[in-house]
């Protein structure tokens, strides 16, 4: 096969591959001829190719779909992302957004870790950095990672105990829990004083491909502009741009 043969064929099987979709999962032989106008005896060819090499799967039919080489490389490709990398420029967006300052964190035993942050550029703000921890119990961010876990995760942060950070800080292990019931019900966690006393913060949960929940994103800022009334609006901002790092991470909403 010539070279210019060769670069066609492999243009014809990438053509093949993206006809597939949520929509059409299973395409026959005739179908996909159709679509893109090629023979029938040239698109048997690729797709047997494509199967051989674990790009497709023949169904019982017939039929193709799929196969499990894709998924793999679309995993590789997912787990190679870098977290912060991607959420970068979307907190930013949120930051700009809102003006108040932006975490997100992660969960590292009974703590938030936060990896990255944008701060408001009002006067009266609150100040953080990179790499500060705090009880994940306490926090909007650390909430939202928990409400969205595996119930051994949240049980493991009861058992290791809920300090008191604040007269506001949720302690009870029962109060605690109708929290995280109340987040996974509206899709975000409001806390107020209850990390640090005059501080108002809101936070969601970010997801991988897998659907597993990998960090928080949070708005954090002063209770006399963050009051309570306003709550709701910046939890359906900060969900927003969550839902968009969880999609950007292949998470499909």
Do not use: C
Not at 172 to 198: I, M, Q
């Amino acid at each position: 096969m010539t070279e210019p043969a060769l670069l066609q064929s492999v243009t014809n099987a990438l053509r093949i591959l993206r006809e597939f979709s949520y929509r059409d999962p299973v395409l026959g032989v005739s179908e996909l001829a159709r679509r893109l106008d090629l023979g029938k005896s040239t698109t048997h060819r690729l797709l047997t190719t494509l199967a051989a090499e674990g790009f497709v799967t023949q169904t019982a039919s017939g039929q193709y779909r799929l196969g499990v080489t894709l998924w793999e490389l679309g995993s590789l490709m997912v787990h190679s992302l870098e977290l912060r990398e991607v959420a970068h420029p979307v907190l930013e967006a949120l930051r700009n957004q809102v003006n108040e300052t932006v975490h997100l964190a992660v969960l590292d035993g009974n703590e938030v870790v936060y990896v990255d942050r944008f701060e408001s550029a009002a006067t009266l703000r609150m100040f953080s950095r990179l790499g500060n921890r705090m009880p994940a119990h306490s926090t909007s961010s650390g909430k939202a990672i928990l409400a969205w876990s595996d119930p051994p995760v949240v049980a493991r942060v009861i058992r290791a105990g809920l300090p008191k950070i604040t007269p506001r800080t949720i302690t009870a292990p029962t109060a605690f829990e109708h929290a995280l019931e109340r987040a996974r019900k509206v899709g975000f966690v409001v806390s107020v004083d209850e990390s640090e006393p005059g501080v108002s913060s809101v936070g969601a949960p970010v997801f991988d491909f897998s659907g597993k929940v990998v960090a928080g994103v949070s708005v954090a800022g002063p209770g006399t502009r963050m009051r309570r009334g306003s709550l709701n609006r910046y939890g359906r901002s900060v969900r927003a741009a969550a839902d968009e790092i969880s999609r950007l991470m292949g998470h499909r909403i």
